[in-house]
Nanobody
Framework: QVQLVESGGGLVQAGGSLRLSCAAS????????MGWFRQAPGKQRELVAA???????TYADSVKGRFTITRDSGKATVYLHMNSLNPEDTAVYYC?????????WGQGTQVTVSS
């Protein structure tokens, strides 16, 4: 059982920046994917960004050019650097870890962007 601990959410003004962190409870091995999803009130959870253990990165179109995902594989930690935030980015952000068909979720961290 992989446990994920998130940090870094908060309240920021439009145009501002935040960095989210997510640490896995164990050193990952084998092919895996770590990433971030978000869920706004009344909306479905959606992929924001993901990075595989091989370094392949995926971004949602809505965050391309503004968000950057990085990963410290040695520490099983993934970061989401969010710039040029706008109110549409307001949501609960969830860290996700996938390996061998298993999905694990963090508890979620609130990001609120004020206009």
């Amino acid at each position: 059982q992989v446990q994920l601990v998130e940090s870094g959410g908060g309240l920021v003004q439009a145009g501002g920046s935040l960095r989210l962190s997510c640490a896995a409870s164990e050193i990952t091995f084998g092919f895996n994917v770590m990433g971030w999803f978000r869920q706004a009130p009344g909306k479905q959870r959606e992929l924001v960004a993901a990075i595989s253990s091989g370094g392949t990165i995926t971004y949602a179109d809505s965050v391309k050019g503004r968000f950057t995902i990085t990963r410290d594989s040695g520490k099983a930690t993934v970061y989401l650097h969010m710039n040029s935030l706008n109110p549409e980015d307001t949501a609960v952000y969830y860290c996700n870890f996938q390996r061998s068909g298993y999905f694990y979720w963090g508890q979620g961290t609130q990001v609120t962007v004020s206009s």
